[in-house]
């Protein structure tokens, strides 16, 4: 009988093991141990790496706030995802001082289809799919087979991004109403109420929240009457094209190896939909932070995914995986760059002697 060399997997006791010896009272750098634990399983070795790394930002609409939602007007998304793409934006602020590449990618705005074919957009418009997802409060947000294809476009980019050698990647989000679909997604997926994961997204009123409430609940018991047998009909029913193409982006990034770092509310409703379609994606992602929107605890509790980070940010865009980023080299530094306790021992011999 042959045997079998294929070499174990490095387990988080074995790192653990590891951190204790360097030269440090052990668990005494907290929470930074926990994350350089997560990078040493993902990547299987003792020696991770936080870069090269990107940031892949994906713009929708939604015609859903024609309900109401939100204060802000549609035309904003695709005035937002020109201001990042230029670096006149938060996300690009951060992705700058964190060294990390950018990239824009409008697949879904309302207005993305006639401006596909200008060559000197600093936007990518070549996966974009259709002017907005329908309102979700009065029929399904987008058809099975528009799922299929934003989450296949998700994929592709995954490939791509991977193909360039990033070993290290975040997925962020611009959509004016987005936070509608995200709660949607939340509810049915983790089975939370709407009254639970609704929150005020980019600073709704007292009456606007009642409003995305009862649309919320509405839509998720829509979809859920599809039953359980239909699971893309459901998501269909309550998704938008931004948050479908993230889910294929999340999953497949996973499924090669690289780790993913999960912003805030809105990207991991996207997360807990490509962890339905695709379980145990999860295992290669890092929640960055927790965002005060009720929505993103319950979402990360069902991912069973603990953030590093809660400085209550509720912006999108892949701002709070930035902030992540200098956490994560960090993390590599103390890996790569401290010596151990034996061999402390060992020159302390040497100088006695």
């Not at 697949?107 to 993305?112: A, E, I, N, P, T």
């Not at 989000?173 to 005020?200: D, F, H, K, Q, Y």
């Not at 599809?226 to 998704?239: I, P, S, W, Y």
Request: one cysteine or more.
């Amino acid at each position: 009988m042959s045997q079998d060399h294929r070499p174990q997997p490095l387990t988080n006791q074995a790192i653990r093991e590891h951190l204790a010896s360097l030269a440090k009272p052990p668990g005494s750098l907290g929470r930074l141990e926990d994350l350089a634990v997560e990078l040493c399983r993902i990547q299987q070795t003792l020696r991770p790496v936080s870069t090269p790394r990107k940031l892949v930002v994906f713009g929708g609409d939604h015609g859903v706030i024609s309900e109401g939602v939100t204060a802000w007007p549609g035309e904003i998304t695709q005035i937002m995802l020109q201001t990042i793409a230029q670096g006149k934006a938060a996300s690009s602020a951060l992705a700058m001082a964190t060294s990390t590449s950018l990239e824009v990618f409008d697949v879904g705005s309302f207005r993305g289809g006639a401006l596909r074919h200008q060559g000197s957009s600093s936007v990518r418009r070549d996966y974009w799919m259709l002017p907005g997802s329908r309102n979700l409060a009065r029929q399904p947000a987008m058809t099975v087979d528009e799922l299929e294809q934003a989450l296949t476009a998700g994929r592709q980019i995954a490939r791509e991004v991977a193909a360039q050698g990033f070993r290290i990647v975040a997925g962020g989000e611009m959509g004016i109403g987005n936070t509608t679909p995200a709660a949607c997604l939340t509810s049915l997926i983790s089975n939370e109420s709407g009254a639970l994961v609704v929150g005020r997204g980019a600073g709704a009123d007292d009456e606007t929240l009642q409003r995305k409430t009862q649309v919320v609940t509405q839509a998720v018991e829509r979809a859920r009457q599809h039953g359980t047998g239909q699971l893309r009909k459901q998501l269909a029913e309550v998704t938008g094209v931004e948050l479908a193409t993230l889910a294929g982006f999340f999953a497949e990034s996973s499924q090669l190896g690289l780790v993913v770092i999960l912003d805030g509310f809105i990207a991991t409703a996207a997360a807990l939909m490509a962890e339905t379609l695709w379980p145990e994606s999860r295992r290669n992602w890092i929640a960055a932070h927790c965002s005060t929107e009720p929505g993103h605890a319950i979402a990360l509790r069902f991912l069973q995914l603990d953030p590093f980070l809660d400085w209550q940010m509720r912006l999108g865009e892949g701002t709070g995986a930035l902030l992540l980023m200098p956490m994560l080299d960090a993390a590599c530094a103390i890996l790569s760059r401290m010596t151990t306790i034996a061999q402390l021992q060992t020159e302390l011999v040497h100088t006695r002697t």
